[in-house]
Each structure stands twice: as structure tokens, then as C-alpha cells.
């Protein structure tokens, strides 16, 4: 049963960081990557019909994207990635994920670099916001890290 290294499929330049350190991991370790892409609630009960559209569109583009991002991540790795789609709020996202699958071993999370702070993810880690009744270790890695510095790392 190869571990997963967890990442949060997000919108953050640093989000690439993230992607390439859990790769890198994954394929010195004989792992394999998680990739998470949350998509947020549409809460107006009012547009009922368009909000279904609209979770239907973005459903789309998240398949969309994990399936770009899986194949560089199976380049870097040497193994297919896991796709997940979750809705709503990201730590109850990363709570249910990591529930649901224990071959998530490890969350991988990138800090914003510059004067952007962390992020809210890294934020909750610090804060000592859990991500569920699982002891799962954070790895944080610096967002600015290079290829050849995260190739070194891991």
C-alpha cells in the first residue's frame, strides 16, 4: 500500500512548490500524489438553477485542471495521482479526504513568500488547527524554492 503525499490543488503561485516537493516525494519514497481541488459552496438558495449550473462549470474546470497538473505530476512522480473533488470549506475538504483514505500520509502545503503572509491553510497548521481525528504530518514548504533546491530537499 504506497503512502500518498496530500496537496491542495489551489489558486496560490505557491501552490507549484507544493506540487513539485510532493512529486519529488513520492517518487523517492515509491509513493504516489493526492491531488485536491476544492471547490467552494454557491450558499443563494434564490438561484437555485444557476447555481447548479455554476458548480457544474466549476466541477468541469477542476477536472479540467487536476487532469493538466496529474500529468506533470506523473512525470515528476512516476506514478498516476490520485484526483479528489471536494466541496465547501477546505479544512472540512481535507478533514473528509484524509478520513476517508489512510494511505494519506502526509499533507504538503506551500508558504506564500513576500509580504502575502503563509496562507490559510499554513495559517490553521500553525494555529495548531488540525485537519481531522487522524495525526497526519504538514510538510511546509517554502513557495519560493527552486527546481534544483526542492530536487535536494527531497
Not at 5 to 15: G, T, Y
Not at 21 to 35: E, F, K, N, Q, W
Not at 49 to 73: D, F, H, K, P, S
Not at 101 to 119: F, H, M, N, Y
Request: net charge negative; aromatic share 4%; glycine share 10%.
Amino acid at each position: 500500500m504506497p503512502r500518498k503525499f496530500l496537496v491542495v490543488a489551489d489558486d496560490s503561485p505557491e501552490f507549484e512548490a507544493a506540487l513539485r516537493y510532493a512529486s519529488r516525494r513520492a517518487r523517492s519514497t515509491g509513493g504516489r500524489v493526492a491531488l485536491l481541488r476544492i471547490i467552494p459552496d454557491q450558499s443563494d438558495e434564490h438561484w437555485a438553477g444557476v447555481r447548479e449550473e455554476i458548480e457544474r462549470q466549476q466541477r468541469a474546470e477542476a477536472e479540467e485542471l487536476l487532469t493538466r497538473l496529474g500529468e506533470e505530476a506523473a512525470t515528476r512522480s512516476g506514478a498516476q495521482p490520485v484526483f479528489l473533488i471536494e466541496q465547501g470549506d477546505p479544512h472540512a475538504a481535507i478533514r473528509e479526504v484524509c478520513a476517508d483514505d489512510p494511505e494519506i500520509k502526509i499533507l504538503v502545503l506551500a508558504a506564500g513568500s513576500g509580504g502575502r503572509g503563509p496562507g490559510p491553510l499554513v495559517s490553521a497548521v500553525l494555529k495548531g488547527v488540525g485537519f481531522g481525528a487522524r495525526k497526519l504530518p504538514v510538510t511546509i514548504v517554502p513557495g519560493e524554492l527552486t527546481d534544483a533546491e526542492i530536487e535536494d530537499l527531497a
